[in-house]
């Protein structure tokens, strides 16, 4: 196999006789086939200049403008002539470009511009196995364009990896051409890491390891940049060659220094980013971890995690196969086989990971909502809410989900919902330059000062500012209402007592170990695996600055309230953004509202919060006693439980003006029930159930009809003399339970029989007490002796 001759040529006639006839093609094409540079410029053969450019979508920069150059040099030209490209920030064109190589972003800003893209002949979406949103939206608009304004259009999706089955189902049934991919012997090596070493000396010691061993260039793969970063400081020094970091983060140009072919062999450290579409030229070797970072955004809480997971089998293969594209080359793996087939076959497409904020906004200056567009896979309900929550906060949509002339500001700069709101902040703030900077620092993860130099320029351009001389101010003064217009729902407030814990606008608990600050705009929050979130990257800010700033968002929130400690009626009056109170204080409830909680707390505690007297519950008790007795007339009930439950059938009308269990206590509650028993059975109440008797002695005692025995009369002995029966209530049917006394008012005697007590047990009671009391009298015969309270002197004397 000759380097004019690819896998991907045998295909061609077939693709183009296809393409002629069909509007949509899938084709199916493993790495090495030489697709991405093939077929751009083999449908120059069927499409004639004047019917329009050729649009290639690469999902990344690099992939890009790599595969723009390697077609310009395969014709002999200079990129810009009949192949070039187009990247945020960046174009390659001319007046006879043909081919034109775009980042996928690029499309869905042509589709908003220009729905029936004129001047476009064919689309080639390459790489849609790596599922991107702006692929899968790329795809969502061209078929609905195709269907409603351009049927001539022609799209070609590529894929190496994906199931082409349902792809081409969601094409209309379009054609499905395979091709075989160039692949040469790859000797797999199995190296399983353990947990007793860190990843980063462990890679570094298979790299060492297969550089003795193997000739050519090495690529390893890594899961994030901070791997690479801690690789590279493993190996400096300790390896023959060239050591080259390749990420997506990285300066566009030291990407460009790990591809390109030099004098020295070269190891490469590279993200997923070099899984496909990259040919590196001189690999022979590749290094495979086995992980990847993948970004799971949660819905519920609008944060996202960072999660270092296992790769794909399918991107394993394409990582193996990597070793294999200009001759046979080997694959260590640091992992066991048995790890490798209990990896998921596919890699999950973003669509249904990531925080759809961006996509919604398309589809909103679209003009279509999400059900209405053909998916490969529906995009999840819960992130589209969250999505368009997030949106409406920022002032992109409206409150029925439609976009505002804000939100079309924003979709038209080739950034998150977030950093766009933050830019057009800084041209109404006259904070432009402050703005660029900021944006610039947030979009680089790369603390490389010339890219994020690179970034602001290129933003300032793009918003059409000019730099600042000297130094830009970063206080967080100056910064604090471009943060709070972008991150409105990433407010935060420390909680009481915990310096190193916040409490976000969203209801989400973060904790943020390096600051001390009040309030705060969390900026970079990895959503984390426990009950909160990790900060890592804040402003500090002020109730001030948010005041002035967002006041539209601050709600003031009455909250009343029963404060336990306190034990009354707490009343205040806050200021908030969500779920951050910003201020707090005390102000006075309203009847309605104090008795309310009144109401609710004599529900839960029960009527003993009230002041009662011992007249209130000895009426309670006789109107309890009536009902049991002669239920027939009728009595309310009067029980605590009734009354607790009832509250505000009997008391809430007498609650105004109180606001505190101390006046609850203080309530005089006799009239309240003399209220419920009415009138009429109040008067029948004091009949057959008298508050008290008058005695032989003539004095009027009162009944205790709080005793569950009672009604009970206590009474001295003395005063009873010649009373020969019990007394008798409610008709006669309950005797009343006398105790009688001793003359210190001890009881000496329990009885309903009290002619019994004469003639059993006075005489007992007499022999006993006769000698202790002797200044009271005692006749032998108490039938017929005076009933009286007084002592015998004082008998005689009267």
Same mark, same amino acid.
């Given at each position: 196999m000759t380097a004019a001759c690819l896998p991907i040529d045998r295909v061609l006639p077939q693709l183009l006789a296809t393409l002629q006839t069909h509007a949509s093609i899938v084709l199916s094409a493993p790495p090495g086939a030489g697709k991405t540079t093939r077929v751009p410029l083999a449908l120059l053969k069927i499409i004639p200049p004047g019917n329009g450019r050729i649009l290639m979508l690469e999902p990344r920069r690099i992939a890009a403008v790599s595969a723009a150059r390697y077609m310009a040099?395969?014709?002999?030209?200079?990129?810009?002539?009949?192949?070039?490209?187009?990247?945020?920030?960046?174009?390659?064109?001319?007046?006879?470009?043909? @081919?034109?190589?775009?980042?996928?972003? @690029?499309?869905?800003?042509?589709?908003?511009?220009?729905?029936?893209?004129?001047?476009?002949?064919?689309?080639?979406?390459?790489?849609?196995?790596?599922?991107?949103?702006?692929?899968?939206?790329?795809?969502? *608009?061209?078929?609905?364009?195709? =269907?409603?304004?351009?049927?001539?259009?022609?799209?070609?999706?590529?894929?190496?990896?994906?199931?082409?089955?349902?792809?081409?189902?969601?094409?209309?049934?379009?054609?499905?051409?395979?091709?075989?991919?160039?692949?040469?012997?790859?000797?797999?090596?199995?190296?399983?890491?353990? #947990?007793?070493?860190?990843?980063?000396?462990?890679?570094?010691?298979?790299?060492?390891?297969?550089?003795?061993d193997n000739p050519g260039d090495l690529l390893a793969f890594l899961p994030g940049s901070s791997e690479i970063r801690a690789v590279q400081r493993e190996l400096d020094g300790s390896v023959d060659g060239m050591i080259c970091p390749l990420y997506g983060d990285l300066p566009f140009e030291q990407q460009q220094q790990a591809i390109q072919p030099g004098t020295r062999r070269r190891v490469v450290l590279a993200t997923n980013i070099a899984e496909t579409s990259l040919t590196i030229n001189g690999v022979r070797i590749v290094v495979d971890s086995g992980l990847t970072r993948r970004l799971q955004f949660d819905p519920a809480t609008g944060l996202e995690r960072l999660m270092t997971v296992r790769a794909s089998r399918a991107s394993a293969l394409q990582r193996t196969g990597r070793a294999g594209r200009t001759g046979p080359g080997v694959c260590y793996r *640091?992992?066991?086989?048995?790890?490798?087939?209990?990896?998921?076959?596919?890699?999950?497409?973003?669509?249904?990971?990531?925080?759809?904020?961006?996509?919604?906004?398309?589809?909103?200056?679209?003009?279509?909502?999400?059900?209405?567009?053909?998916?490969?896979?529906?995009?999840? =309900?819960?992130?589209?809410?969250?999505?368009?929550?997030?949106?409406?906060?920022?002032?992109?949509?409206?409150? #029925?989900?439609?976009?505002?002339?804000?939100?079309?500001?924003?979709?038209?700069?080739? *950034?998150?919902?977030?950093?766009?709101?933050?830019?057009?902040?800084?041209?109404?703030?006259?904070?432009?330059?402050?703005?660029?900077?900021?944006? =610039?620092?947030?979009?680089?993860?790369?603390?490389? /000062?010339?890219?994020?130099?690179?970034?602001?320029?290129?933003?300032?351009?793009?918003?059409?500012?000019r730099r600042k001389r000297g130094i830009l101010p970063s206080a967080d003064a100056v910064r604090a209402?471009?943060?709070?217009?972008?991150?409105?729902?990433?407010?935060?407030?420390?909680?009481?007592?915990?310096?190193?814990?916040? /409490?976000?606008?969203?209801?989400?608990?973060?904790?943020?170990? #390096?600051?001390?600050?009040?309030?705060?705009?969390?900026?970079?929050?990895?959503?984390?695996?426990?009950?909160?979130?990790? @900060?890592?990257?804040?402003?500090?800010?002020?109730?001030?600055?948010?005041?002035?700033?967002?006041?539209?968002?601050?709600?003031?929130?009455?909250?009343?309230?029963?404060?336990?400690?306190?034990?009354?009626?707490?009343?205040?009056?806050?200021?908030?953004?969500?779920?951050?109170?910003?201020?707090?204080r005390q102000i006075a409830a309203d009847d309605a509202e104090a008795t309310a909680l009144l109401l609710e707390q004599l529900r839960c505690q029960g009527v003993a919060l009230l002041g009662w007297s011992e007249t209130a519950r000895q009426l309670q008790s006789r109107v309890i006693l009536a009902g049991r007795l002669l239920p027939e007339e009728g009595w309310p009930d009067l029980s605590d439980t009734w009354l607790s439950e009832h509250p505000e059938q009997w008391l809430a009308n007498r609650l105004s003006g109180l606001r505190s269990q101390q006046d609850l206590g203080q309530l005089a509650i006799l009239p309240l029930l003399q209220?419920?028993?009415?009138?009429? *059975?109040?008067?029948?109440?004091?009949?057959?159930?008298?508050?008290?008797?008058?005695?032989?002695?003539?004095?009027?005692?009162?009944?205790?009809?709080?005793?569950?025995?009672?009604?009970?009369?206590?009474?001295?002995?003395?005063?009873?003399?010649?009373?020969?029966?019990?007394?008798?209530?409610?008709?006669?049917?309950?005797?009343?339970?006398?105790?009688?006394?001793?003359?210190?008012?001890?009881p000496v005697a329990v009885t309903r029989d009290l002619k019994g007590f004469w003639e059993r047990g006075y005489l007992e009671v007499r022999k006993e007490l006769r000698g202790r009391y002797p200044k009271h009298p005692w006749p032998d015969d108490p039938w017929n002796a005076v009933a009286t309270h007084k002592t015998k002197k004082a008998l005689d004397k009267r």
């Open positions: 040099a395969s014709l002999g030209e200079q990129v810009g002539q009949t192949v070039g490209y187009t990247i945020r920030f960046e174009r390659r064109l001319s007046a006879q470009t043909r @081919i034109e190589v775009v980042t996928e972003g @690029i499309l869905t800003r042509r589709l908003q511009e220009d729905p029936e893209l004129a001047g476009v002949a064919c689309i080639i979406f390459d790489e849609f196995h790596e599922r991107s949103i702006h692929a899968d939206l790329g795809l969502a *608009l061209c078929l609905e364009a195709q =269907a409603a304004l351009r049927p001539d259009l022609k799209l070609l999706v590529m894929s190496a990896t994906l199931d082409c089955a349902p792809l081409a189902k969601l094409l209309g049934d379009a054609p499905i051409l395979s091709s075989e991919g160039r692949s040469f012997a790859v000797d797999l090596r199995y190296l399983p890491v353990t #947990n007793r070493q860190p990843l980063a000396g462990q890679m570094a010691g298979a790299i060492r390891l297969a550089l003795r *640091l992992y066991g086989e048995q790890s490798f087939q209990a990896m998921t076959p596919f890699t999950p497409p973003e669509m249904l990971t990531a925080d759809l904020a961006p996509l919604v906004l398309e589809l909103a200056a679209w003009g279509a909502t999400p059900d209405g567009l053909s998916w490969l896979d529906q995009p999840p =309900a819960a992130h589209l809410a969250a999505a368009q929550a997030l949106l409406q906060l920022l002032g992109a949509l409206d409150r #029925n989900g439609a976009i505002t002339g804000l939100g079309r500001r924003m979709v038209r700069l080739p *950034l998150h919902p977030r950093l766009a709101r933050l830019l057009i902040a800084g041209q109404e703030l006259q904070l432009l330059p402050e703005a660029c900077r900021l944006a =610039a620092e947030l979009s680089n993860r790369s603390s490389a /000062l010339t890219a994020i130099e690179q970034t602001e320029q290129q933003l300032l351009q793009l918003m059409g500012g209402p471009l943060l709070i217009l972008a991150w409105p729902d990433r407010i935060a407030r420390r909680r009481p007592g915990d310096e190193g814990r916040y /409490l976000l606008a969203s209801g989400r608990g973060a904790a943020c170990r #390096n600051s001390r600050a009040e309030l705060l705009v969390a900026l970079q929050v990895d959503g984390g695996d426990g009950a909160e979130g990790v @900060i890592h990257q804040s402003a500090a800010i002020t109730v001030d600055q948010l005041r002035q700033t967002v006041p539209q968002l601050i709600t003031r929130q009455r909250s009343v309230s029963w404060d336990q400690a306190a034990a009354r009626v707490a009343a205040t009056e806050q200021e908030q953004i969500r779920a951050v109170v910003l201020s707090s209220e419920l028993v009415g009138w009429k *059975l109040m008067q029948l109440l004091d009949s057959v159930v008298p508050a008290g008797l008058t005695v032989p002695s003539g004095r009027r005692i009162g009944l205790d009809y709080t005793d569950q025995e009672g009604p009970v009369l206590s009474v001295k002995l003395q005063e009873l003399f010649g009373l020969a029966e019990s007394p008798l209530i409610c008709h006669g049917r309950r005797a009343v339970l006398v105790h009688l006394l001793s003359p210190a008012g001890r």
